[in-house]
């Protein structure tokens, strides 16, 4: 499974983006997908989930309410549209899918995509 994200850009506060990961290779072995940032010189965080079936959404509390995941599986792609941006919410953000190996799940990775917000 390869990952690649896009949409990501410079935005001023209080706007909004739509990221996009786009899924290719065992793309019909891809279980739950997922978003993670990691903002400079801070720690990977996890930002939201996504189930197999796309009905079951999770996210963290600092982006609850503000940002939605969401996929397409007939693209083999996932978004995660963001509103309401705010300066802490500039980071690298990644995609993950979680592919159905036989023997576990395997969790690959995207390159991530830049998302910087001006106060």
């Known amino acids: 499974v390869q990952l690649v994200e896009s949409g990501g850009g410079l935005v001023e506060a209080g706007g909004s983006l739509r990221l996009s990961c786009a899924a290719s290779?065992?793309?019909?072995?891809?279980?739950?997908m997922g978003w993670y940032r990691q903002a400079p010189g801070k720690q990977r965080e996890w930002v939201a989930t996504?189930?197999?079936?796309?009905?079951?959404?999770k996210y963290s509390d600092s982006v609850k309410g503000r940002f939605t995941v969401s996929r397409d599986k007939a693209k083999n792609t996932m978004y995660l549209q963001v509103h309401s941006l705010k300066p802490e919410d500039k980071a690298v953000y990644y995609c993950?899918?979680?592919?159905?190996?036989?023997?576990?799940?395997?969790?690959?990775w995207g390159q991530g995509t830049q998302v910087t917000v001006s106060s």
């Open positions: 290779g065992s793309t019909d072995r891809i279980l739950a």
């Open positions: 996504i189930s197999t079936g796309g009905t079951v959404t």
């Open positions: 993950t899918a979680d592919e159905n190996t036989g023997w576990g799940p395997n969790q690959h």
